[in-house]
């Protein structure tokens, strides 16, 4: 199955905070695709959710994504979906493109939750990134065991299009060059 269109779709960028950012195997590259998705999303109208893991410690959102992250969901749960605040109804009848730092833990714990949720889960696997390679590459053959969709950034993005017809063609050509 495809990605389903902008209007059936939900951008989910989990945990990219500055103060994990150093740590994380291929930070630089991971940032700059979760940063295209979310401009590709605002670009095609695709609603984007920003989760912090606790901000007091790990601060807040890296600056490159901050500008899509207004109103960041602060969690302590690694689920974020299931931190209290986090608004469920959101993703009602809607697939889920998640990109984030931390793939082994808060990537594939709110992955694997949203799963069992029944909802239809694309994981942007050159938009996510772990302390180690070997637990970011674990992580996503589990998550694709369970169901999720392995996919990249240009994939969703010329999914979400759906035709080089589309009005906004050229402004999401530009975002993968």
């Given at each position: 199955m495809l990605t389903p269109g902008p209007d059936s779709s939900l951008l989910l960028l989990i945990?990219?905070?500055a103060r994990l950012?150093?740590?994380?195997?291929?930070?630089?590259?991971?940032?700059?695709?979760?940063?295209?998705?979310?401009?590709?999303?605002?670009?095609?109208?695709?609603?984007?959710?920003?989760t912090e893991q606790n901000p007091e410690k790990l601060g807040p959102t890296v600056p490159e994504l901050a500008e899509y992250a207004a109103a960041p969901v602060a969690k302590m749960t690694f689920d974020a979906t299931a931190a209290s605040n986090f608004?469920?109804?959101?993703?009602?009848?809607r697939a889920i493109v998640v990109a984030g730092f931390e793939t082994h833990?808060?990537?594939?714990?709110?992955?694997?939750?949203?799963?069992?949720?029944?909802q239809l889960v694309l994981v942007?696997?050159?938009?996510?990134?772990?302390?180690?390679?070997?637990?970011?590459?674990?992580?996503?053959?589990?998550?694709?065991r369970f169901g999720a969709q392995i996919v990249t950034t240009e994939m969703i993005l010329f999914e979400w299009l759906g035709s080089a017809d589309h009005p906004r063609f050229r402004d999401i050509s530009r975002l993968v060059k």
């Open positions: 945990d990219f905070q950012a150093p740590a994380m195997d291929g930070a630089q590259a991971a940032i700059a695709n979760a940063r295209r998705l979310a401009e590709g999303a605002r670009i095609l109208g695709v609603e984007t959710l920003v608004p469920k109804e959101k993703l009602e009848s833990v808060c990537v594939s714990q709110s992955v694997l939750a949203l799963l069992a949720e029944g942007a696997a050159d938009a996510v990134g772990s302390r180690r390679a070997e637990n970011r590459e674990t992580a996503l053959r589990r998550m694709e």
